[in-house]
């Protein structure tokens, strides 16, 4: 059993997850082929644009379910949001946020668009802090239009009147899910300007800006879209619940800071917070990164059900260092 | 004529400094019994270093390097050796007040004293220090105005914000950018990655040592572990890591074996404040002549010196200086830093760990900071409920009586609150029966 | 009758006493310390015992403090005056109550101990390198006066007029200071006056940094003089509990301690 543990805190972490996310993301992108289907309600960005994906996002069905009007809140209707969700959870609470550290092709891919980078030699670039704390709001913005848009479908806006049918599905418009992952099927279809109505033009032009935005983005910035992402914004929510956790122990902390640098989505307080115990913040996508780069004895853990499954240690730091 | 009275002062003072670094080594040695057996070298290496050769020769260039905060792996990884030139020798540090003010503390007076008595313009590249405290940051004007090439490197007085953090980046960018230049060697990704990790393996046997100290009973004086980090200041790395390696595989043995130099009833102490530096032993020595054990520290000439680790993400020199540059800002604990908090959590965490019954807080005369900052700790501790013995003093060996009245009636309250705390156990016990 | 004997070799005087099993003190003498200090030790305790008509064997343990206690090789135990000072304060005012502060002027030192609730030493300060404020002090002015230093006491009270000021601390530029005051016509009362306060000033700025709490127990040599006692609580606005040969509290505390570690070594043994 200690050979188990010592193995597993000395191993590193960057191969480990670099395997998962490849096997993930066949799952997600191909599973369908093999007759794979994880889920409908799925914290990650398993595509229906896709041929046949191995499970699917649940944004898609939230927007189609919010497309809903308020006297049917209370019905059958209504409470299939509320079923969505708990399958949502279902799945969610077994990895929490690591989906996005380890399933989402999203984020995967930006990861491997990362790689690219590294091995060219070209640095990175980063936000600043003031700026960082304006962008990352933008994905509450999604997540409360994402929500809002369809019940504008559904119910008639004063002033406004009803939004047409073209505004269905808003965010799967501008979602680099929709436009870039059928591009692993051989299908460039997405990416093109649909000139059928103006809505539809503007909303297939920004996908195709966003989808420009991601490319470049990803390609500088570590995770460039996650900052966006609704899907983070919406699991953030649920955090509480998540049976898999990140945490700390202040008291070990020297503040170095070497979490923070490994930290791809530069979270700060991942070294300066010394008091909270539970240290996943709405940004973060337990990707471990952190643990792996800590070199204080069980600063960092990462627990399932409350047992420790994979925490920092010094000779782990060291293996990993070599 | 002139010419040869100055020669004769300057022999004069190094043969007291060497005799001061053998009466000092003497007591190190000879006052403790079942000195480990790897402390030779080291022993060795200091006595050397004030008898015969105070520089080292290994045919690199020099860059002197005058505290905690240089990042040495990039002076490595140019091909050049650090030496840290921190002095703790009171002749130098008379020779020092003959034209430095004279509220300076000890530690600028002797360096300065060191580097006007001696003359290393030839010898060293370059002098780099960084703007820690203001009286290391005026000795780079007046180092200069001696004729040396003295760097200095700009640190922000805050550790906790972005801001200074790029900027603290950034100079250390520009540092390895002057370093090229002053050495002609280029610093590539492949030579720092070496130099890390020479100096991880060095960190690693010095946390190893760390561990070590924590065993109560203790297999280890404080005085030998100063003067371990001490030869680090001069010592070419790889031989110091492997002599250090010996050490702790020595003293490993020596647990299994349980083999101790104080019993568990000694009472263990943290040291803290302006940093003991040899021959400047006087305040550890004191405690441990006295019976006190010093099992840990928390100053920037002993185990601050090479705790902190950095790592990189990525291989690539624009990742690895800025990862060198945070690891030597951001877990400091240096007083020069506002707000400091970290030091609190540090000693805090150290007592914890160490089993640690008291605290000793030096503070050179004439060090603000330090002296400052005492209050807060000392609140602190208070609070914590961990007494703390505060000295003010400097290299001069004259106020040795009166300490040693203080440092042993400290001693003796602590053990007898071991006794009556240990007595009120024995009650408790009995009562339960 | 056994006895256990404490000796306290300080810079001016060597105090011995000696304690019996149930902490009574026995005896107790006080002698000038003098060039050759392990002679005079040893000659004061030979004389106090032969006083007393105790035989060498009867002691059953002997500890040593004060400046000189590492020299004296035949004591048993070597204790810090500190210590020794504060566990004979508490014990010596037991009657009182527990004391929390203990001020203590020596031949060339000043102390200021602060004791917990259960009497172990907590806090303490002390003068640096100079013998400002200390019996040192007293002494320079009682010979610059032209008087002794049990007469310092009765100067004090005798004052008519206003008292001078003195300003320096420094030993020596207050003798120089003293002169030039008589020589301004000042009286040997108002210098007198003028240094136990500058002495008090200095006593308690140096205690207020370990905090002054009741019970406040005063010893040392000087304590014996009322007028500087009535300075040290005007300056520091409480009374002062003065134990009745106040020389000798830092030897009894050796003596009680020569008699605890005695028991604990018999324990162990
Ligand atoms: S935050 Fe990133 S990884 Fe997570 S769901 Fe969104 S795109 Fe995927
Ligand atoms: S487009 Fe994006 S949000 Fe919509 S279903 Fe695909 S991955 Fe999910
Ligand atoms: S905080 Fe840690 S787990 Fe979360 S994203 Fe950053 S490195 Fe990954
Ligand atoms: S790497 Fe570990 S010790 Fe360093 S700041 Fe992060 S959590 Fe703290």
């Not at chain 1, 990650?44 to 006297?71: E, I, W």
């Not at chain 2, 020769?57 to 840290?84: F, H, S, W, Y």
């Not at chain 2, 083999?259 to 009472?267: G, I, L, T, W």
Request: hydrophobic share 40%.
């Amino acid at each position: 059993m200690n050979k188990i543990t010592k193995f597993v805190n000395n191993a590193s972490i960057k191969r480990f997850r670099f395997w998962f996310q490849i096997v993930a993301f066949f799952i997600i992108i191909y599973g369908g082929y093999a007759a794979i289907e994880i889920g409908e309600n799925l914290p990650t960005f398993a595509c229906p644009y896709l041929d046949k994906p191995g499970g699917t996002c649940f944004l898609m069905g939230l927007q189609h379910r919010f497309t809903l009007p308020f006297d049917q809140f209370i019905s059958f209707r209504g409470l299939a949001i509320i079923t969505s969700i708990l399958f949502f959870l279902a799945g969610f609470v077994f990895l929490n946020k690591a989906w996005c550290g380890y399933v989402c092709p999203i984020g995967t891919l930006q990861d491997w668009f990362t790689k690219i980078r590294q091995k060219l030699g070209i640095r990175y670039s980063n936000y600043s802090e003031k700026k960082f704390k304006k962008l990352k709001k933008i994905k509450y913005i999604l997540l409360a239009l994402l929500i809002l848009i369809p019940l504008g479908i559904a119910n008639s806006i004063p002033g406004v009147g009803k939004l047409s049918h073209d505004w269905g599905v808003p965010f799967c418009m501008v979602c680099p899910g929709r436009t870039v992952l059928p591009i692993f099927n051989g299908d460039f279809s997405q990416l093109t300007i649909d000139f059928s109505s103006k809505t539809k033009m503007v909303f297939t032009f920004l996908g195709m800006a966003v989808t420009g935005m991601f490319f470049a983005g990803a390609f500088y910035k570590k995770r460039f879209f996650c900052f966006f992402c609704p899907m983070s914004a919406f699991q953030f929510i649920f955090k509480k619940l998540g049976l898999l956790r990140l945490v700390k122990d202040g008291s070990k902390c020297t503040k170095c800071g070497d979490c923070y640098r490994a930290c791809d989505m530069g979270i700060r307080e991942i070294a300066d917070d010394v008091e909270n115990k539970d240290i996943v913040k709405d940004d973060c996508m337990m990707c471990f990164k952190c643990v792996a780069a800590c070199p204080e004895e069980g600063c960092l853990k990462v627990n399932f059900l409350s047992k420790t499954i994979y925490k920092a240690t010094e000779e782990g730091f060291y293996k990993r260092t070599k | 004529m002139e010419k040869e009275r100055i020669e004769k002062v300057k022999k004069h003072i190094r043969t007291e400094a060497a005799l001061e670094a053998g009466q000092v080594l003497k007591k190190i040695t000879d006052n403790f019994p079942d000195n480990p057996e790897g402390m030779k070298y080291f022993y060795d290496l200091l006595s050397r270093q004030f008898s015969e050769e105070i520089l080292p020769k290994n045919g690199k260039k020099l860059i002197g390097t005058m505290c905690v905060q240089v990042p040495d792996e990039l002076i490595l990884a140019a091909g050049a050796k650090p030496v840290r030139v921190c002095s703790g020798s009171f002749p130098y540090d008379n020779a020092g007040a003959e034209f430095m003010p004279a509220k300076t503390c000890s530690m600028i007076k002797a360096i300065m004293g060191l580097f006007q008595v001696e003359d290393f313009r030839e010898k060293f590249d370059m002098l780099v220090i960084p703007t820690t405290c203001d009286q290391k940051k005026k000795t780079t004007e007046i180092l200069k105005d001696m004729g040396y090439e003295a760097y200095s490197l700009a640190m922000p007085s805050r550790k906790d914000d972005d801001n200074s953090r790029y900027y603290w980046q950034n100079s250390v960018k520009e540092f390895a950018a002057d370093l090229m230049k002053k050495t002609g060697n280029k610093i590539t990704k492949e030579s720092l990655k070496k130099a890390f990790d020479l100096k991880n393996e060095a960190r690693y046997e010095f946390r190893r040592l760390f561990k070590l100290r924590m065993k109560n009973p203790a297999v280890i004086y404080g005085k030998d572990a100063f003067l371990i980090a001490n030869a680090y200041f001069t010592d070419d790395i790889e031989s110091w890591t492997a002599a250090l390696k010996k050490l702790n595989d020595e003293l490993e043995k020596k647990v299994e074996e349980g083999f101790s130099v104080a019993n568990a009833k000694v009472p263990r102490f943290l040291f803290t404040g302006s940093p003991p530096i040899f021959p400047n032993m006087k305040i550890p020595l004191l405690v441990e002549e006295a019976g006190g054990l010093i099992a840990i520290d928390e100053v920037c000439s002993s185990s601050r010196l090479l705790y902190d680790m950095p790592s990189y993400d990525e291989q690539g020199l624009y990742d690895m200086i800025p990862a060198i540059a945070d690891c030597y800002l951001k877990p400091c604990t240096c007083p020069c830093f506002v707000p400091n908090e970290e030091r609190k959590d540090k000693i805090s965490n150290l007592i914890d760990m160490f089993n640690i019954d008291g605290v000793i807080y030096q503070a050179f005369s004439g060090c603000q900071l330090y002296e400052m900052e005492q209050k807060l700790i000392g609140n602190f501790l208070m609070k914590k409920g961990v007494p703390m013995l505060y000295i003010e003093s400097d290299y001069s060996p004259e106020d040795t009586g009166q300490l040693s009245t203080r440092v042993e009636a400290f001693i003796e309250s602590i053990k007898m609150k071991k006794k009556s705390s240990a007595a009120k156990k024995e009650e408790n016990k009995k009562d339960k029966k | 009758m056994k006895v256990y004997a404490g000796i306290d070799i300080g810079s001016t005087s060597i105090k011995i006493v000696l304690i019996d099993e149930s902490e009574n003190i026995v005896a107790h003498s006080t002698n000038p310390t003098g060039a050759s200090f392990h002679k005079n030790s040893m000659d004061a305790f030979q004389s106090l015992l032969e006083r007393e008509n105790i035989q060498k064997a009867d002691i059953l343990y002997l500890a040593s403090t004060g400046y000189g206690r590492k020299l004296l090789k035949e004591a048993d135990e070597t204790i810090s005056e500190i210590t020794a000072n504060a566990v004979g304060a508490k014990k010596s005012a037991e009657k009182i109550g527990t004391v929390k502060t203990v001020i203590n002027i020596g031949g060339q030192d000043l102390k200021g101990i602060s004791l917990d609730e259960e009497g172990n030493c907590g806090n303490f300060v002390m003068n640096d390198k100079c013998a400002a404020g200390t019996g040192r002090f007293l002494e320079m002015t009682a010979r610059t006066l032209e008087t002794s230093v049990d007469k310092l006491g009765e100067l004090h009270f005798n004052l008519k007029g206003v008292p001078a000021s003195i300003n320096s601390t420094c030993t020596v530029f207050a003798e120089s200071e003293i002169i030039s005051l008589l020589a301004n016509g000042h009286s040997h009362e108002g210098i007198v006056v003028g240094v136990h306060y500058s002495i008090a000033k200095r006593i308690a700025r140096l205690i207020k940094r370990i905090g002054v709490e009741d019970i406040i127990f005063f010893d040392g040599g000087p304590a014996m003089n009322k007028g500087l006692v009535e300075a040290v609580e005007n300056e520091l606005m409480r009374e002062l509990y003065i134990p009745d040969v106040p020389q000798i509290t830092t030897a009894f505390g050796a003596a009680l301690i020569a008699r605890s570690v005695y028991h604990e070594e018999e324990v162990h043994a």
